[in-house]
């Protein structure tokens, strides 16, 4: 005599990764800057587009929006105005095709230098899981941020300075540096950072930047699992 059993499919966890795809800069005075065929990563259905925006230039003048591919981005986290620095994150959910698209920043007035990291997630929630960010003036940044088990995090960072070094430099600490940008006539560093992490923890996002009277803005992101 034979017995049914069930047949029972292997438990498989979701976990998301991400990628460092690519970066750019322009230091000539615009309110919108276009990156043309800017690379965004191996496409996949899941592929969601992150893109780290540091910026700085004289006036009021924040970071008002992003497109990736002609479509709109959200606005993850924002630093706000610390002197002529800012900074923010946007992303861009199911960019299943293509390795390159035009990314375009809007700002409400001009800047005199922007850059930009671009990264891909695959395997996310389509929406965030937590942000932060800090800014001062002179301070080294430190966003306490959430993350999942098996999610990862990004941050970006950025210093204006009062007057240009070559020695000017910053760190990440907690976090993998990807890319760092120093331009300006070396009166701005930037840098992005991103990690994946196997278990849920809180990360001390922190990034520091040497030289003096530097207006310092940060912000972070993390994402669970989908």
């Given amino acids: 005599m034979t017995f049914p059993f069930p047949v029972y499919s292997p438990l498989k966890l979701s976990v ?23 690379g965004i990563g191996t496409a996949a259905a899941d592929r969601k587009v992150v893109v780290v925006i540091n910026a700085s230039g004289a006036g009021t003048n924040d970071i008002t929006g992003c497109t990736i591919g002609g479509s709109a981005a959200t606005e993850e986290q924002s630093s706000g105005l610390q002197g002529e620095a800012r900074n923010a994150i946007y992303s861009l959910n199911s960019v299943s095709s293509g390795t390159t698209a035009d990314i ?3 700002q409400s007035g001009n800047a005199g230098v922007i850059m930009i990291a671009v990264f891909a997630v695959y395997g996310a929630s389509a929406t965030k899981n937590a942000s932060g960010t800090q800014k001062g003036n002179a301070i080294s940044p430190s966003i306490s941020l959430a993350v999942p088990a098996n999610g990862v995090i990004i941050a970006g960072s950025c210093a204006a300075y009062s007057s240009g070094s070559a020695s000017n430099s910053m760190t990440f600490t907690n976090i993998t540096e990807r890319v760092e940008y120093l331009g300006d006539s070396n009166g701005f560093v930037a840098g992005a950072a991103s990690d994946a992490y196997e278990n849920a923890a809180t990360i001390s996002v922190d990034s520091a930047f040497n030289g003096s009277n530097a207006a310092t803005v940060s912000c972070a992101v993390s994402y669970g699992p989908a």
């Fill in 16 to 38: 998301a990764s991400v990628s460092f795809a690519s970066t750019n800069e322009d230091e000539v005075n615009r309110t919108n800057y276009t990156f043309s065929s800017q």
């Fill in 104 to 106: 375009v920043v809007t």
